[in-house]
Nanobody, 123 residues
Framework: QVQLVESGGGLVQAGGSLRLSCAAS????????MGWFRQAPGKEREFIAT????????YYADSMKGRFTISRDNAKNTVYLQMNSLKPEDTAVYYC????????????????WGQGTQVTVSS
């Protein structure tokens, strides 16, 4: 079992930045690929980015490239999502997820999910 707890969400003005953190506990964090997803009200869950166990391989949704950066610190059992140049349409609940094995953009391949953290971008 892996427990995931996101933090770092909040209210930010358009053009601003936030860094989300996801702290993991339980099984060996470095065995898992990690992903970030988001879900806005009335919309389907959306893939943002994923990173492999070593932090050497990443993959982003096309719409997120250039503004969002995923990283991880296995010594701290934490994965991060740096978000820059935020827009009102980035408003959503952001979730981290853990997947044993290789990276994936498919949410249904992830084994564990956090409770989410709200990000609100004002115009």
């Amino acid at each position: 079992q892996v427990q995931l707890v996101e933090s770092g969400g909040g209210l930010v003005q358009a053009g601003g930045s936030l860094r989300l953190s996801c702290a993991a506990s339980g099984r060996t964090f470095s065995n898992y690929a990690m992903g970030w997803f988001r879900q806005a009200p009335g919309k389907e869950r959306e893939f943002i980015a994923t990173i492999n166990w070593a932090g050497l391989s990443t993959y982003y949704a096309d719409s997120m490239k250039g503004r969002f950066t995923i990283s991880r610190d296995n010594a701290k059992n934490t994965v991060y999502l740096q978000m820059n140049s935020l827009k009102p349409e980035d408003t959503a609940v952001y979730y981290c997820a853990a997947k044993y094995g290789s990276i994936s953009q498919r949410g249904n391949e992830y084994d564990y999910w956090g409770q989410g953290t709200q990000v609100t971008v004002s115009s």
